[in-house]
């Protein structure tokens, strides 16, 4: 533009041919590299779709963009009156830069599926005879046995045929708190390893795995493209065949009928006629859709989300991180003796300190006293000594094994139970939840404002998930809900003639019905 500039005086003042041609020369130095690099996709394009005859926008972008830049290069060679090239490279910025806005959202929805990828161990320690050797994942084969050290995560799916540990499986359930499993337990690649070695017979690798699964569904969402924009493809295919129809007849008339700039006419119609709203609008307005949604806290997973929001008249919660806070607090102290609750609560500290359980970590910040002889009993809780005096903490069965006597008579509580005790008795019992978030009952309550039905769905024990929806007002609850069973729970509610948004917070939430992910805290719907 700024060399197109003093040409445009050439309307108004007279210019000199030779000032006029130094700026027409330089312009097509400019404009050249912008044709042969910068638009070359639409040229690629183009000529994929002529072969593959399905037209697409690309035909007359292509089309408009080569023949002002040869018309232009013409005059600019052999004299003429207009050159084009300040519009060749602003049509080529501007269509690129709605590409590019577009790809970017794209990028940053692939995020997602990168990071559940990198659940995946590139490496496998296989056993063989009395060794073991190091492989590569894909390598693995059913039948074949792997040992799993505490920290690393499985790479397969399996079986544990020796050992005793607890497993992080999270990235396949969305909860946080790890569970036990022992020899003949069934265990998922994407798992992590607790607190001691196991040894895993293989049953399915590489792409048979559970979390492979959910990578293919990630893989076919992010390819997918919205609705609207198909429509705007099928648009397009037909209103590009009417303008190639209709471009030569145009300049076929204009030149018949003697006119000196039937080329300018023609090309006129080729520029104004390309399909910009369809090109540009369409990308665009999903994309600023998307990153105001991505402001407000959401990541919609799915090319038709944006679309669907305005029939859907089901909403299905994940509850840990979406609902709640994602992470255990104590919420309620019980004694039973002489020690006053925040003595009771230095003394679980001075235990709880040795472990990085997520139980554990609700007591790290309460100052306890030095303790001795700290043993982990897997799935059960710990001991060790204080003052040369033996202390327990953890689950009731666990405490009142070592005690030997049973927990004395308490109310009910609503969360988890954990109780502390010395080897003469019972001192307290330490109740944690998981804790809703301060606006999920606002979010709620606004959405059944506006009519819809809510349901939480979760993989949580459906005592604490029954316990959160009464908390929230939500209409029903379903617990203990593996992925295959919350897919089941959709299906029924879609054969039923439901449309429904699913809201989890999650890499776990994507595979059942992926439409809305909050990767972080989130105000309450904008309804």
């Known amino acids: 533009m700024m060399l197109a500039f003093p040409l445009y005086f050439e309307l108004v003042n007279d210019l000199s041919p030779e000032f006029v041609s130094f700026f027409r020369w330089f312009s097509l130095l400019v404009a050249t590299p912008v044709v042969l690099y910068s638009a070359r996709p639409f040229f690629t394009n183009a000529f994929r779709d002529l072969r593959s005859r399905h037209l697409t926008m690309d035909v007359p972008v292509a089309t408009a963009i080569g023949l002002a830049y040869v018309a232009s290069a013409w005059v600019t060679v052999f004299g003429g009156e207009e050159v084009y090239f300040e519009s060749v490279c602003m049509f080529t910025f501007f269509l690129q830069l709605g590409r590019y806005i577009e790809m970017q959202a794209r990028y940053r929805a692939g995020l997602t599926g990168n990071a559940l990828a990198g659940f995946q161990p590139m490496v496998a320690n296989r056993i063989q005879g009395n060794g073991s050797d190091i492989v590569a994942t894909h390598d693995l084969a059913a039948g074949d046995v792997i040992r799993i050290r505490p920290g690393e995560t499985l790479p397969a799916d399996g079986v544990i045929v020796s050992g005793h540990s607890t497993l992080n499986e999270a990235a396949l359930t969305g909860e946080y708190l790890p569970e036990t499993r022992s020899e003949g337990d069934p265990v998922h690649a994407g798992s992590i390893n607790g607190e001691n070695p196991l040894e895993?017979?293989?049953?399915?690798?590489?792409?048979?795995?559970?979390?492979?699964?959910?990578?293919?569904?990630?893989?076919?969402?992010?390819?997918?493209?919205?609705?609207?924009?198909?429509?705007?493809?099928?648009?397009?295919?037909?209103?590009?065949?009417?303008?190639?129809?209709?471009?030569?007849?145009?300049?076929?008339?204009?030149?018949?009928?003697?006119?000196?700039?039937?080329?300018?006419?023609?090309?006129?119609?080729?520029?104004?006629?390309?399909?910009?709203?369809?090109?540009?609008?369409?990308?665009?307005?999903?994309?600023?859709?998307t990153m105001r949604l991505r402001k407000l806290g959401f990541l919609p997973t799915r090319g038709h989300t944006l679309e669907s929001l305005n029939t859907i008249d089901t909403v299905i919660f994940d509850k840990t991180g979406t609902l709640t806070r994602g992470e255990l607090s104590l919420v309620d102290t019980r004694t039973f003796g002489n020690l006053d609750a925040d003595r009771c609560r230095q003394l679980a500290a001075s235990l709880e300190k040795h472990s990085e359980h997520p139980i554990a970590r609700v007591f790290h910040q309460i100052p306890g006293y030095a303790a001795r002889q700290v043993q982990n009993h897997l799935g059960g809780g710990l001991s060790g000594q204080i003052d040369g005096a033996p202390l327990y903490i953890g689950h009731r069965d666990f405490v009142e094994e070592k005690v030997g006597s049973p927990a004395p008579e308490a109310d009910t509580s609503k969360g988890m139970e954990i109780w502390l005790a010395t080897d003469r008795g019972w001192m307290a019992r330490f109740t944690l939840d998981d804790e809703p978030r301060p606006d999920a009952r606002e979010a709620v309550q606004a959405l059944q404002n506006a009519g819809l039905r809510t349901i939480l769905l979760s993989g949580d024990r459906s005592g604490h998930v029954e316990q959160i929806a009464g908390r929230l007002g939500i209409d029903e609850a379903i617990g203990q809900a593996s992925p295959e069973e919350k897919l089941r729970v959709l299906e029924n509610l879609r054969d039923q003639g439901h449309h429904i948004m699913m809201v989890g917070d999650g890499l776990n939430d994507l595979p059942p019905w992926p439409v809305l992910v909050c990767p972080w805290p989130w105000e309450a719907l904008p309804i």
Not at 206 to 227: N, W, Y
Not at 259 to 281: E, G, Q, W
Request: aromatic share 6%; charged share 15%; with cysteine.
């Open 200 to 289: 895993v017979e293989v049953r399915r690798a590489g792409t048979q795995t559970r979390l492979s699964g959910i990578l293919r569904v990630l893989d076919r969402v992010q390819a997918e493209k919205p609705p609207v924009a198909l429509a705007a493809d099928r648009i397009a295919g037909v209103f590009v065949s009417r303008v190639l129809i209709l471009a030569p007849l145009i300049w076929i008339g204009w030149w018949m009928a003697g006119a000196d700039n039937a080329f300018d006419i023609t090309l006129s119609v080729l520029v104004v006629t390309c399909p910009c709203a369809l090109s540009l609008a369409t990308p665009t307005a999903i994309t600023s859709a």
